[in-house]
């Protein structure tokens, strides 16, 4: 059979609900989501004269609750628009209308009784053949099948999205005995294909994968912390980024989730799994019980273990549970040696060996988390999964965790890891020494870009299923055919080569470019294409502006112009090579980032891409081909019949306001990305991949070098008299400062060509030459000095 699913019904429209219809709906599928009948009027509806039976009063649980998800920030929509594809109503009204629908997803209470009454609706509807799954967290999955009829049955499993479902990536998958494979097959493909999801098969055990390893490390550093003495900010220290961990570390984490919702998962496990060799871990401490008696669950109720006040002068200010005392104070900034030698250290991996490695208090405690975690793991192979990958995927997509547990014990060595458990007073699982025993010292391996796992049944390797979908650079390594400091290439086989690059927040300085040419160097020679991209946090946040910062304040302009021309030649070297070149952004994709992307034969990027031209911000316009290119866009729309001052002045605010889209749907919203031309992965594990499919798609087609442009059209004076008086109309009103004025004049002297007397066809580098002196020209400003050193000083990207 083959399967599509064009609607979607979701029973229940609370904050997941609403959330996961939204996140379908900006997939394109239409969405019917549905919700119970409120018992009375409102006093609003009641002034009105309403009753229960008139529509507003009927769908009004339904529509407050997906209004409230659309409002909400961060956006579950890739863009706003997607709503449009969401229709309202309410069970009694609307379960006739599941018949229409592909794939119906139940996501009311977790009371099993409850649930059980839905399903009896819905059998009454539901057209044979349709999915049917629950978002349960905690209900085992047979329980709800039970009494259901063959078809329902076979077309049932549970699945697990996680809160956000749009930003959090994990969709457990978890089949009843009675679940046709054909259905397991299928949303396993699907969830990654279409919804962008880690799909991670899991079996019907308590609180399924990443709850249970999850809630299990949470329980486990709260009795860690007391044992060391150690405080709620130390511990978020401990576990945050330092170890490739969330910013919400663990107590932050336990606010965001609810502090109710973490207790009922450790209490589930400990009531619902007297085998399992941790459960005295699940017991909840006493300063947890008196956190959620005194009603203090988190962001939900106003606090938890953080709070938020307001300070001196109406400041925010976040204050600190102290957990003896409980009462809340100011956070305490964490000291620990070890800590503060490995912030410096960008590899990950290097960071967590020093760290682990550490004698002092840090040291001490990563040593007892690793132990636990380590034997905790072991154990629960294969009962809540019968393969090892499977934990390590659910944690990293649903957790955010950058590196599995059997990832890091592999890391920080199996052998050395069994002693840490041992030296701990805890065990490890017997498979894990009989591995060891056969001479396998690593539960990963990675050949020819694969990935391998040791696999239990097997007692050997086996490549992770759905691995050929994916390229992940780091497993190329023995494929890098060209290095140096910053940037690799990479042989990613079918003729086509990889560029990636490591830097602090991945900016682009010199050694970045450098690898840019080289790279379509050897494709022009010997490939047939290349793919720019990289398995970071981001893609890029921009130009190196310390490198900048340093040349304009030592007023070293005749370096600035240097690596400014330098910048321009790479970006028109991506547009004006004999390969096809495909730029694979994801993350933020700011800047630099972004006149690549610019340039690219095409782009494929994530779904999840905040990109655009930020320089504004430190009071400089785009340098690298930026501001040229939105100009020429403009040109070409104007070709197209539409009238030319409103495209200008759209392209020439892109710019000016810094728009940063919120996703690659908005992307193209913004002109950034192009209809027709650039395209877009929603599952980032895939972008490239998908990139390398689209360079070879180019490649067979017959690619030919592309001509530089010599037609692009710019307005000149009688544009740029109308957009100067908008600048002024704008400082008149106190909207922004003389040097934003200054900067805003530069950008609409470039875009319209400089001070040409009439409209006038002009070529991309005299557009170029115009760029790179406005560029030059803001360098020395005091004001542009002055916020390119606070971008340095805090470390944080430039953003809108």
């Not at 259901?148 to 978890?174: A, M, V, W």
């Not at 701990?424 to 870009?449: H, S």
């Not at 086996?462 to 140096?484: M, T």
């Amino acid at each position: 059979m083959q399967r599509r699913i064009n609607k979607v019904a979701v029973l229940g429209s609370g904050v997941m609900g609403s959330r996961i219809a939204c996140h379908f709906a900006g997939v394109g599928v239409k969405v019917l989501l549905l919700d119970i009948v409120p018992k009375e009027p409102n006093d609003a509806e009641k002034a009105k004269g309403l009753t229960t039976d008139h529509p507003a009063v009927r769908n009004r649980i339904v529509n407050e609750a997906l209004q409230a998800a659309i409002k909400s920030n961060p956006s579950p929509l890739y863009t706003k628009s997607a709503a449009k594809h969401i229709t309202t109503g309410n069970f009694d009204d609307n379960m006739k209308d599941i018949a229409g629908c592909d794939w119906v997803i139940e996501v009311v209470v977790e009371n099993l009784d409850i649930k059980k009454k839905v399903f009896d609706q819905v059998e009454q509807f539901r057209k044979p053949g349709t999915l049917i799954t629950s978002n349960t967290s905690g209900i085992p999955i047979h329980l709800m099948a039970e009494g259901r009829s063959d078809d329902f049955k076979k077309h049932f499993c549970g699945t697990h999205f996680f809160n956000p479902p749009r930003y959090l990536r994990l969709l457990e998958i978890i089949p009843t005995p009675h679940t046709d494979p054909a259905v397991t097959d299928f949303l396993m493909h699907y969830g990654d294909l279409v919804l962008g999801k880690t799909t991670v098969l899991c079996k019907d055990t308590p609180a399924f994968i990443a709850n249970r390893v999850g809630v299990f490390s949470i329980m486990a550093i709260f009795h860690i912390m007391q044992q060391m003495k150690l405080g709620i900010d130390e511990v978020d220290a401990l576990t945050g980024p330092v170890i490739g961990r969330p910013k919400s570390a663990t107590f932050r984490t336990a606010d965001v989730v609810g502090i109710d919702t973490l207790v009922k998962v450790a209490k589930g496990v400990e009531e619902n799994c007297p085998n399992d060799e941790a459960r005295d871990i699940m017991k909840i401490p006493p300063f947890l019980q008196k956190v959620v008696e005194n009603n203090w669950l988190g962001d939900k109720t106003g606090q938890g273990f953080y709070k938020k006040t307001k300070g001196e002068g109406g400041s925010k200010e976040i204050l600190t549970l102290n957990l003896d005392t409980m009462e809340y104070g100011p956070k305490q900034k964490a000291k620990f040696a070890s800590i503060e030698a490995a912030k410096p250290v960008e590899d990950l991996k290097q960071r967590i060996k020093m760290l682990a490695g550490s004698s002092d208090k840090a040291g001490q405690f990563y040593q007892q988390f690793h132990a636990r975690l380590f034997s905790y793991v072991s154990h629960r192979i294969p009962e809540i999964a019968d393969d090892l990958y499977k934990v390590d995927d659910a944690m990293k997509a649903g957790f955010g965790w950058e590196i599995g547990a059997f990832e890091t014990w592999d890391l920080l060595g199996v052998e050395a890891g069994i002693k840490t458990i041992t030296d701990n007073g805890l065990t490890v699982a017997d498979w894990v020494k009989d591995m060891l025993a056969a001479g396998i010292k690593q539960f990963y391996k990675v050949e020819n870009g694969k990935k391998f796992y040791y696999d239990l049944a097997a007692k050997g390797y086996k490549a992770v299923p759905g691995a050929d979908s994916f390229i992940i650079l780091e497993n190329y390594s023995s494929n890098i055919v060209w290095k140096n400091s910053a940037a690799n290439v990479y042989d990613l086989g079918d003729g086509i080569l990889g560029l990636d690059w490591k830097t602090k927040m991945n900016s682009i300085g010199g050694e970045v470019l450098e690898g840019v040419h080289k790279a379509i160097d050897l494709a022009e020679k010997d490939f047939r294409g290349l793919v720019i991209g990289n398995d970071g946090a981001n893609f890029s946040a921009g130009a190196n502006v310390a490198m900048i910062f340093m040349l304009a304040a030592e007023q070293e302009y005749d370096e600035l112009d240097m690596a400014v021309r330098l910048f321009q030649r790479s970006t028109m070297r991506i547009r004006y090579s004999s390969i096809p070149v495909i730029v694979a952004p994801h993350a933020l994709t700011l800047g630099g980032g972004c006149e690549m992307s610019l340039h690219a034969d095409k782009v494929q990027a994530a779904a999840e891409t905040y990109i655009g031209l930020v320089e504004l911000g430190v009071g400089l316009i785009p340098g690298g081909g930026g501001t040229k290119e939105l100009t020429l866009r403009a040109s070409d729309e104007y070709q197209e019949g539409r009238i030319e001052m409103p495209i200008l002045q759209e392209k020439y605010l892109t710019i000016a306001q810094a728009k940063v889209s919120t996703s690659a749907h908005e992307a193209f919203e913004l002109g950034i990305l192009r209809h027709g031309v650039d395209d877009i992965s929603y599952n980032q594990s895939r972008v490239i991949a998908d990139a390398k499919e689209k360079a070879i798609e180019l490649a067979n087609e017959g690619y030919v070098r592309p001509i530089e442009r010599t037609d692009v059209k710019v307005m000149g004076r009688s544009a740029l008299g109308a957009m100067l008086a908008g600048v002024n109309g704008m400082r008149f009103g106190n909207y922004i400062s003389d040097h934003d004025v200054k900067i805003a004049q530069k950008l609409a002297y470039v875009m319209c060509g400089g001070d040409l007397s009439e409209p006038t066809l002009v070529s991309e580098q005299y557009l170029l030459d115009l760029e790179r002196e406005a560029f030059l020209s803001l360098c020395g400003e005091r004001k542009t000095l002055e916020r390119l050193q606070s971008v340095i000083k805090t470390g944080k990207p430039l953003r809108n």
